[in-house]
């Protein structure tokens, strides 16, 4: 067992929960938060903000220092720099890589942790375990963990509150533990985990949830939702992003019927939504991220459940760097280009419009399946620094733009920085993949996913 707490935790404590909120603003009640990532940071830094008494935990020694200097290795997130800079400047957080020695301190333990896929599609529960086996080492009665980590249901229940009873030796009626998903993206971080939404908390007992609860509700202003366990809430963030996925993967499929109706589809779905109860995705060249792609698998790769939905559906969104493909050689048909290999530029790499991330990004595939059609492949995208994992793509500065020459302009993610373009410049066709391009602002054909072809 574990040396005591700093302080008594709110796990069973009897005092009020007037009392046990106002010890925790007040910093009687350590926190440690595990994983200081896109998510793990602004969380962290919200915690600190209301508490003033937090410890970040991260693996990565490089960004162990960047936080203890005052600085955030996390960009184009509104306002994290300046409050990063403020709660360490006067204590409220602290950071450190000794994952146990923060566990002994702290009296709530919070796991940001990636949850990641095996190369068969298995959830990979690795990083997540080997934290709260960290956590173990340092628990003590009264403390209470949660997974913030988004994670198949049963994790919770199953895998984290029995491993933290059997590294601890604690009894299991001693702690808390309960499943609260983030439910933020980047670049609004700060303002989801301050309240863009209601907090989803459910805990393996009925003290487990109050005490989450009790946590969430001092530092939202939003609802806090209660769930009737931890599993109901791991469901929860599941559902959501599965829900976008299966969305995503109708209007992709209603946009492959354009050419065998002869219609603009992308007309009859944005016509479709005047309806309150149809709310159909815009089509699009695939689906990217830790989360959308991500989340399916926590069904179909983590239980035994026949489920043609799910995966037909995943099918459909990893078979749209194929299709876009498709469209994009017929545009290189309509031109009479003299080069010997077609030339296609790729506006935006990232996986969404202003976020500087590559994971499971349609423009690599999309990419890799151009060159292997013959074709030089060029790409703009100011946000990224490092072009790793791009070595299909010439890489083209946002400067250089207007000196560019194309047989076919894509569209994959719309950045701000593209707003002000002239597209007057372009006498290529353009596949606009986002809808982003108002055709009347360039004489060049402008092509959509599910509109009109040629």
Known sequence: MSQQSAVDGLYGSTESPTAQQAAFTAGDVPVAVYGLGKMGLPLAAVYASVSGNTIGVDIDERVVETIRAGDCHIKREPGLAELVDDIVSDGSLRATSDSVAAATEAAVHVLMVPTLLTDDHTPDLSMLLAAVRDIGEGLSPGDIVIVESTVPPRTTVDRVGPLLAEISGLDPGSFGVAACPERTVSGEALADIRGSHPKVVGGIDAESTRVAGL????????????????????????????????????????????????????????????????????????????????????????????????????????????????????????????????????????????????????????????????????????????????????????????????????????????????????????????????????????????????
């Open 215 to 454: 946590l969430y509700g001092a530092i939202t202003e939003n609802a806090v939702i209660e769930t009737s366990g931890s599993t109901v809430a791991e469901a929860v963030k599941v559902f959501e992003g599965v829900y976008r996925d299966v969305n995503i993967a109708l209007a992709n499929q209603l946009a492959r019927y354009a050419e065998a109706i002869d219609a603009d589809l992308t007309e009859a779905i944005d016509v479709a939504n005047t309806q309150p109860f149809c709310e159909i995705h815009t089509p699009g060249p695939g689906v990217g991220g830790h989360c959308i792609p991500v989340y399916p698998y926590f069904l179909t790769g983590a239980f035994d459940v026949d489920d043609p939905l799910l995966t037909t559906a995943r099918a459909v969104n990893d078979g749209m760097a194929d299709y876009t493909v498709s469209l994009i050689s017929r545009l290189v048909e309509t031109t009479d280009s003299d080069r010997e290999t077609p030339h296609v530029l790729l506006l935006g790499l990232t996986y969404k419009a202003n976020i500087e991330e590559l994971r499971n990004a349609p423009s690599v595939p999309i990419a890799r399946l151009l060159r292997e059609a013959g074709a030089t492949v060029s790409g703009v995208d100011p946000l990224l620094d490092d072009w790793t994992g791009l070595d299909d793509i010439d890489r083209v500065d946002l400067a250089e733009l207007p000196t560019q020459s194309a047989d076919v302009v894509v569209v994959l993610t719309p950045h701000d920085e593209f707003a002000g373009l002239d597209w007057t410049a372009f006498d290529a066709p353009i596949l606009d993949g986002r809808q982003s391009i108002d055709p009347e602002s360039t004489e060049a054909p402008v092509y959509t996913i599910g509109g009109r072809w040629p």
